[in-house]
């Protein structure tokens, strides 16, 4: 995964197989460990006295001042201050499961894409493995199971009514209203109401393909990433 900072003068890399997070700047290329002992792992601590394990994806606050990375391996949302690496678990037992919970008493599978709302508060999490999109509050990691019924499938509908199939990356709006969903194994993409967990397919047919085309008539082969412009009119889907 990658982010870049607020004032864009930095990129910030989930450096997967490394076990790091990496700092990369943008005028001059110049890269540089912010956290992360290279060795895997999931403890706390400060650079590279911390341990990731596989770090899927990252997201910054809109203020600049913290990553939150979806530590796959290790079932585990982390925070990392960007000013001096220091690495706390946000949320996440480090046991696989799906349960809500506050901090260490919640569970992630696999926690894949993430994403922090406009105003900071919140992050929602692909939960890949358990096939839902998870909600945790940045104040006090308190988890919530936004959409998904943890049984994979391609179901529309609200909150646990729906269904996803390995949901990999996910964006937000820029007013903090939707979440689009790269749902790799549904080969969709598809749009989760933040306010209500309603979940509709806003393209792909569900076959694997890669016809241009509106809504349904649309393919897709394993979507995994998404970006969406400044003005929220387009997603770009890798």
């Not at 990375?69 to 290790?74: K, L, Y």
């Not at 096939?131 to 646990?160: M, Y």
């Not at 689009?180 to 194994?185: R, T």
């Not at 309603?198 to 349904?216: E, I, K, P």
Request: hydrophobic letters at 40%; glycine letters at 14%.
């Amino acid at each position: 995964g990658v982010t870049i900072s607020p004032d864009g003068s930095a990129l910030f890399v989930t450096d997967f197989f490394s076990h790091k997070i990496r700092r990369v700047e943008v005028a001059t290329g110049a890269v540089t460990a912010i956290a992360g002992s290279g060795e895997d792992g999931d403890a706390d601590g400060m650079g590279d006295a911390a341990q990731f394990n596989a770090p899927a994806d990252l997201a910054i606050s809109p203020d600049g001042s913290a990553l939150f990375v979806a530590d796959s391996d290790s079932h585990k949302i982390r925070r990392v201050e960007v000013a001096t690496g220091a690495v706390t678990t946000l949320a996440g037992s480090g046991e696989i499961g799906d349960a809500d919970g506050v901090g260490g008493a919640a569970e992630f599978c696999c926690p894949w894409g993430v994403t922090v709302s406009p105003d900071g508060s919140a992050l929602f999490v692909a939960d890949y493995s358990s096939h839902k999109i998870r909600r945790v509050e940045v104040a006090t990691g308190a988890v919530t199971t936004l959409a998904g019924s943890g049984e994979e499938g391609d179901a529309d509908g609200v909150g646990g009514a729906a269904q996803f199939n390995w949901p990999h990356g996910l964006v937000i709006s820029p007013d903090g209203s939707a979440l689009f969903v790269a749902d790799c194994d549904n080969h969709k993409i598809r749009r989760v109401e933040v306010a209500t967990g309603a979940v509709t397919t806003l393209t792909g047919s569900g076959a694997r393909g890669s016809a241009d085309g509106v809504g349904g008539a649309a393919q897709f082969k394993h979507p995994t990433a998404l970006a969406i412009s400044p003005d929220g009119s387009t997603l770009s889907v890798c």
